[in-house]
Structures are given as C-alpha cells and as structure tokens.
C-alpha cells in the first residue's frame, strides 16, 4: 500500500519562511497529482497547492506569491516552500496523493498524510 508522511512543520515568526515535505512510501504504485491542503481550528480543510505529475501548479489566492509547490518524481515526494508566513498561515497542513495501484486491480485512489502542524506567531 502507500503511505505518505509529512514534516517540517513548526514555529516560526510572522515574515519567516518553512519548507514542509512529504514523501510517498511503499510499493505496487503511480502517483499522479499531489497537493497540501490546510486546516485550522474551526474551519473546513481547504486546498493550498496542487500539482500535476507534468508540473503544472495551482495555489489558492491566499497564498499565490508567497508559498511554492514542487516535487520530485523520482523520489515520490513533493514540497511546499513557506515565505511571507502570516499568522493566518496557522493550521495542521496534510499531504495527499492520487494515486494508482498496481495490476490487476488497478484503482484510484486517494492518500492522505497525518498532518504536520505549522503555527506562525511572534
């Protein structure tokens, strides 16, 4: 099956940057597109940046300009580097994938990280 774990997670100050990873671990899979997802305290879970296994990207407004998504196929791993952090940054940010699994029972499916926790305060 597949797993993915998320880090780089923490504290840091309004203005700071964080670089948060997660990597994609198991076998008998394709990853096609992943994403970070946010969610603080109280709200919905909600899409941060999406990216295609061709590259394309897609971020929410809020945080077009200062946060950028990236992966590594290679390493089944993708990153979202944190500039510009505002404390309404806050929240525990997941990982997820879509994936693939292998032959014969192909199917599509969705993976999630646990979450890794990012609070932006002075």
């Known amino acids: 099956q597949v797993q993915l774990v998320e880090s780089g997670g923490g504290l840091v100050q309004p203005g700071g940057s964080l670089r948060l990873s997660c990597a994609a671990s198991?076998?008998?899979?394709?990853?096609?597109?992943m994403g970070w997802y946010r969610q603080a305290p109280g709200k919905q879970r909600e899409l941060v940046a999406a990216?295609?296994?061709?590259?394309?990207?897609d971020y929410a407004d809020s945080v077009k300009g200062r946060f950028t998504i990236s992966r590594d196929n290679a390493e089944n791993a993708v990153y979202l580097q944190m500039n510009s952090l505002k404390p309404e940054d806050t929240a525990v940010y997941y990982c997820?994938?879509?994936?693939?699994?292998?032959?014969?029972?192909?199917?599509?499916?969705?993976?999630w990280g646990q979450g890794t926790l990012v609070t932006v305060s002075s």
């Open positions: 997820k994938a879509a994936v693939w699994t292998a032959p014969p029972n192909s199917r599509r499916l969705e993976v």
């Open positions: 198991g076998s008998g899979f394709s990853i096609n597109a």
């Open positions: 990216i295609t296994s061709g590259g394309s990207t």
